[in-house]
């Protein structure tokens, strides 16, 4: 499920964070993508949903286990 962790990373970093976003990124998560998988600045999806002010997508994550 790597491909689809990077997805999810890619996903929090260039998306609005709406609705259909956050479902995307939760199915993504639900089917096992890594939570914690750091981008190539060493960012996980937790600190990039954080910062680009994405309250449910970062709740998502963190429900999945995701760190800061």
């Given at each position: 499920?790597?491909?689809?962790?990077?997805?999810?990373?890619?996903?929090?970093?260039?998306?609005?964070?709406?609705?259909?976003?956050?479902?995307?990124?939760?199915?993504?998560?639900?089917?096992?993508?890594?939570?914690?998988?750091?981008?190539?600045?060493?960012?996980?999806?937790?600190?990039?949903?954080?910062?680009?002010?994405?309250?449910a997508i970062a709740e998502h994550i963190?429900?999945?286990?995701?760190?800061?």
């Amino acid at each position: 499920m790597r491909g689809a962790t990077r997805i999810v990373i890619v996903a929090v970093v260039l998306g609005e964070g709406g609705p259909v976003h956050l479902a995307v990124v939760g199915q993504l998560l639900d089917t096992g993508a890594d939570p914690n998988l750091v981008d190539r600045d060493g960012h996980t999806p937790l600190r990039n949903a954080e910062e680009r002010n994405h309250p449910a997508i970062a709740e998502h994550i963190r429900r999945a286990g995701g760190r800061r």
